[in-house]
């Protein structure tokens, strides 16, 4: 594998069960213990009540395309073999919206409310990267 060249996540004490579940290919979900929030990205306390009592569910992995953007130039040039890219925002079942990149699809065939998966790259020994592909079949 060829060096990762494109920015990496920072990645938390907190935020430290996400990055290992991705590496084994599983997409989780902090959820507060104290209000049932669930919560996304990863965080230190509860944005709706400020405990710090979170605990992680597994997401199914499935959502639907809430809103996106196709981007055909002016990015970094790290960026440039990527182009163009898809930025989503995806609504997950577990309650949650997060942003990520829309893979393994035309552009022109993303819309909204189209059905996507969780898929994950590999950019590091120790990080995959979560995106979101259509939903085969």
Excluded: H
């Excluded at 920072?10 to 209000?35: H, M, R, T």
Aim: some cysteine; glycine content about 6%; charged content about 25%.
């Amino acid at each position: 594998m060829s060096e990762y060249l494109k920015p990496l996540p920072v990645i938390q004490s907190f935020s430290q069960p996400f990055w290992d579940a991705a590496k084994d290919g599983k997409l989780l979900v902090q959820k507060c213990n104290s209000c049932g929030s669930s919560i996304f990205f990863p965080r230190d306390r509860c944005p709706e009540c400020w405990s710090e009592d979170l605990g992680w569910i597994e997401a199914s992995g499935k959502g639907e395309i809430y809103a996106f953007s196709v981007t055909y130039e002016g990015v970094e040039k790290a960026f440039k073999e990527d182009l163009p890219i898809v930025l989503a925002w995806i609504d997950l079942p577990e309650g949650i919206r997060m942003q990520t990149n829309i893979i393994d699809c035309n552009p022109d065939d993303v819309s909204i409310g189209m059905a996507v998966e969780v898929t994950f790259k590999k950019a590091t020994d120790d990080i995959n990267l979560p995106y979101f592909k259509p939903v085969s079949g």
